[in-house]
């Protein structure tokens, strides 16, 4: 079955540690998204890559870090440096659609990752 | 600035009433228009879109969205809900030729027996 994987699903973490958030796609999208959703906010874009070894910062970039070294792959890390990383994690991929006047994408989600910091 | 605003944060029903959950985008062009929605803890399922042509799109589960140009909204209707329909919901927008996507902040979804 094509779709996105995350793990792991719930993730505890130590105050001042560094932790790496999985995602990965068999879907053959070419861009891949992070974004980070707290109660009452929807969803905030962290980071975002639109092909291997591209990768641009999204809303609140500060404190996360992101690799593309695949195209099925897009780990996120969460470093010492963010200040409130307690949240929920969701990983999506994209497919460009031809569309009437240019093209647009659907995004494809995951099932998230929880991350507590103790 | 663009946003996206759903301006009930949330909303209870009772099982077999009519639903109506509300959009309003403010954007330079029209968007291209997306529902999503998410039950607890899990990631987001895709409803309906809405990219052009008809502004009455259908989806899954019995939804469907109507996009109004001259009001900025695209609202989320479903005739009789089910109790499975409880659960939070999610308008998007997307600009034309861009990967970006923008989210309101949710409108979470009670159904009362």
């Known amino acids: 079955d094509g779709g996105i994987t995350q793990s792991p699903k719930y993730l505890f973490r130590k105050e001042g540690q560094n932790v790496t958030l999985s995602c990965e796609q068999n879907?053959?999208?070419?861009?891949m998204y992070w974004y980070r959703q707290d109660p009452g906010q929807g969803l905030r874009l962290i980071y975002y890559s639109q092909i291997v070894n591209d990768f641009q910062k999204g809303d609140i970039a500060e404190g996360y870090s992101v690799s593309r070294e695949k195209k099925e792959s897009f780990p996120l890390t969460v470093t010492s440096a963010q200040k409130n990383p307690t949240a929920f994690y969701l990983c999506?991929?994209?497919?460009?659609?031809?569309?009437?006047?240019?093209?647009?994408?659907?995004?494809?989600f995951g099932p998230g990752t929880r991350l507590t910091v103790l | 600035a663009q946003s996206v605003t759903q301006p009930d944060i949330h909303i209870t029903v009772s099982e077999g009433a009519s639903l109506e959950l509300r959009c309003n985008y403010s954007y330079g062009a029209t968007p291209y228009l997306f529902w999503y929605v998410q039950s607890p803890g899990q990631g987001l399922q895709l409803l309906l879109k809405?990219?052009?042509?008809?502004?009455l799109v259908q989806g899954i589960k019995g939804f469907e969205a109507e996009f109004k140009r001259s009001q900025s909204s695209f609202n989320l209707r479903k005739p009789s809900v089910h109790w499975s329909d409880a659960a939070e919901y999610f308008c998007?927008?997307?600009?034309?030729?861009?990967?970006?996507?923008?989210f309101g902040a949710g409108t979470r979804l009670t159904v009362k027996p």
């Open positions: 809405y990219f052009s042509g008809d502004t």
């Open positions: 999506a991929s994209s497919i460009r659609l031809r569309l009437a006047g240019g093209w647009g994408n659907e995004q494809f």
């Open positions: 998007a927008v997307a600009p034309y030729n861009n990967n970006d996507m923008r």
């Open positions: 879907l053959n999208h070419d861009a």
